[in-house]
Nanobody, 128 residues
Framework: EVQLQASGGGLVQAGGSLRLPCAAS????????IGWFRQVPGKEREVVAC????????YYAPSVKGRFTISRDNAKDTVYLQMKRLKPDDTAVYYC?????????????????????WGQGTLVTVSS
């Protein structure tokens, strides 16, 4: 019954912004570590950002640090990835994920292998 659904993807020009929501059902995001990942054809899935509510910290991949922000809206049981100053290299399918183990630092959740639940990806295309 656990479901995660990422949405909000689309086509945007370089320098623009997008906000990707990830809605949860069957779990409460407040009790989980959250990760955002992206994948380009021919490459492995890579972390964009991840956080632990218990830790209170967030890890951002060097390629997006300063441009992307992860946040939570516990009332809506939704996690957001705010993307600003988008670049063509940001073009990818974006995924949200959740992990029930909160006993690690934020960086631990940068590995896709540690996640229990995954949402359906949403495609972000950035034109130059």
């Amino acid at each position: 019954e656990v479901q995660l659904q990422a949405s909000g993807g689309g086509l945007v020009q370089a320098g623009g912004s997008l906000r990707l929501p990830c809605a949860a059902s069957g779990i409460t995001f407040d009790d989980y570590a959250i990760g955002w990942f992206r994948q380009v054809p021919g490459k492995e899935r890579e972390v964009v950002a991840c956080s632990s509510s218990s830790d209170g910290t967030t890890y951002y991949a060097p390629s997006v640090k300063g441009r992307f922000t992860i946040s939570r809206d516990n009332a809506k049981d939704t996690v957001y990835l705010q993307m600003k100053r988008l670049k063509p290299d940001d073009t990818a399918v974006y995924y949200c994920a959740a992990n029930s183990n909160l006993g690690h630092s934020s960086y631990y959740y940068s590995s896709a292998a540690v996640y229990d639940y995954w949402g359906q990806g949403t495609l972000v295309t950035v034109s130059s």
